[in-house]
């Protein structure tokens, strides 16, 4: 607009800190900069078109986010800490065979402005806490989509939850999950270094390009080797990686050990996930017994290995279960070739 850079500042804590939408109440803004803003820009939000509480506290919501589309966000209460599960696309292109958003195929990125406006949103819509703090204490990148192939959109929408005249997060509270896009890796390094969670779930290429056929172009040595590079000098020293537990598929006492020498040297915190299961899929849930024996494994081997507690999962608001409307699966698998060859 060519205004002087600290009105930028201004607009900022306006829009994220206070959540003003409407230019009238920027009231430190001259009343011609405040007719010119109402004139000829909006602050406008995605709708949200469903709602859902499960038993256990866990909220979560349906957002429009154009005529066709729609994505799903999570909020996770746990005590006095609260996490937000944002999504980052329209549908996913990866085609993780366990996963349910996988299923329904891509459509398209969401932008910078649809991400943090999620945020945004459930903001809005949750109770303070106690202490008249913000009720979202964390973001996790873990909803519909793979983050790292909307970059820009992606770390973008990240620097506004990091910015102290916005959000004001501490990196370590904003974690991207990612099923190993190589090469962003080494980018989102360098560009927004925020907690790393790596969608692993096999501990060898053979199962790996099975359950997440993007293993195929970027395999698990070329991930580890990021991987490494990721954590060197930073202060979050650990990456978190993920592993579903699928019944009689990567369970064994043998892929635990596996895992072990895999990630002997990179320091590690693995989250074991109970498989949550949705419609037309064969994979079963392993039992408790044989997660608990794969972690006793992974404890003795020296590392930081909690099994994650499913939340939400009676409201389809699991790891790996989200699922918004898009379009029919003809044109989402056009979209997701295209996207997979950029």
Known sequence: MGEKPFHARQMLKWVHKHGVLDFAGMTDFGKKLRTRLQKDYELSLPEIIGERLSADGTRKWLVRIDCGN????????????????????AGCALNCSFCSTAQQGF???LSAAEIIG???LADSLMPRREDGGRPITNVVMMGMGEPLLNFDAVTSAMD????????????????????GIVPKIYELRERCPVSLAVSLHAPDDALRSELVPVNKKYPIAELMQACRHYVQGLQRDRITFEYVMLDGINDSDAHAQALSRLLRDI??????IPFNPFPHN????????????FRGIL??????????????????A?????????KPRSARVAARRGLLNT
């Open 118 to 120: 999620q945020l945004w």
């Open 282 to 293: 064969s994979y079963k849930r392993s039992p408790q017994v044989r997660i608990d024996a």
């Open 160 to 179: 506004l939850m990091a910015d102290a005249l916005a959000w004001g997060m501490a990196k370590r509270r904003i974690t991207l999950s990612t099923a």
């Open 318 to 326: 699991a790891c790996g279960q989200l699922a918004g409307n898009v």
């Open 267 to 272: 320091p590690s915190k693995i989250n074991l």
């Open 299 to 316: 404890l003795r081997a020296g590392f930081i290995c909690i099994t994650r507690t499913p939340r939400g999962d009676d409201i389809d």
């Open 107 to 109: 459509n398209r990125n």
């Open 70 to 89: 729609a994505v799903e966000m999570v909020f996770i209460p746990d005590g006095e800490r609260g996490t937000l599960c944002v999504s980052s696309q």
